[in-house]
């Protein structure tokens, strides 16, 4: 699983439930490189793909977004633009006894946890999945 806190590399991890009713994706670029994003399911099937860079240097550009319905056992593989070191977050909306959304997020840095200007958004990538439809 990914790792929250921790500056990791590779393919990463995450659960989505499949009660969720819709997952949405945004992905966004900050740097002047390609950046890239593949989410897959259990069974390898790729279910958001996105690749793309800031339109001018530091501009904030979304590279892909989309949405998809969970399904299967839950386990995705998040695969981000290769080499760069990547930074994890969670949450959720719930309010003590019922679960509305969960976010997962993904940052990353070109070249790796410790390489150039370490400001982990290069490539952010938003994972947010809804409980309730309509």
Do not use: E
């Amino acid at each position: 699983m990914a790792t929250i806190g921790t500056c990791t590399s590779g393919v990463q991890t995450i659960y989505l439930d499949p009660a969720l009713k819709l997952v949405t994706v945004l992905a966004s670029a900050q740097s002047g490189g390609v950046q890239s994003v593949s989410i897959a399911d259990s069974t390898g099937k790729v279910v958001f793909k996105g690749q793309g860079a800031s339109n001018a240097v530091g501009t904030y550009t979304v590279i892909a977004q989309g949405t998809f319905v969970p399904s299967g056992n839950g386990n995705y593989t998040v695969t981000l633009t290769a080499n760069s070191g990547i930074l994890y977050g969670y949450g959720d909306v719930s309010n003590g006894r019922s679960l509305f959304n969960v976010l997962h997020s993904f940052g990353s840095n070109d070249g790796g946890c410790a390489a150039g200007d370490k400001d982990f958004n290069d490539l952010f990538v938003q994972i947010c999945g809804f409980y309730n439809a309509g």
